[in-house]
């Protein structure tokens, strides 16, 4: 697998057009399945 529970994680999300905002999402894992993860965390805004 390649998250692991109690693992911290950093999703920087992707900006389609320039003027879109900056979106980061910084946490902990949860819990693990083959397909999803479960997360715990803050997200954060960049204007």
Known sequence: MLLQPNEKIH???RRLFSED????FAG???FVTD???RV???VF???
């Open 11 to 13: 999703v920087i999300f």
């Open 21 to 24: 905002v900056r979106r980061h």
């Open 28 to 30: 902990q894992v949860i």
């Open 35 to 37: 397909q999803a993860a």
């Open 40 to 42: 715990q965390g803050f």
């Open 45 to 47: 805004i960049f204007d």
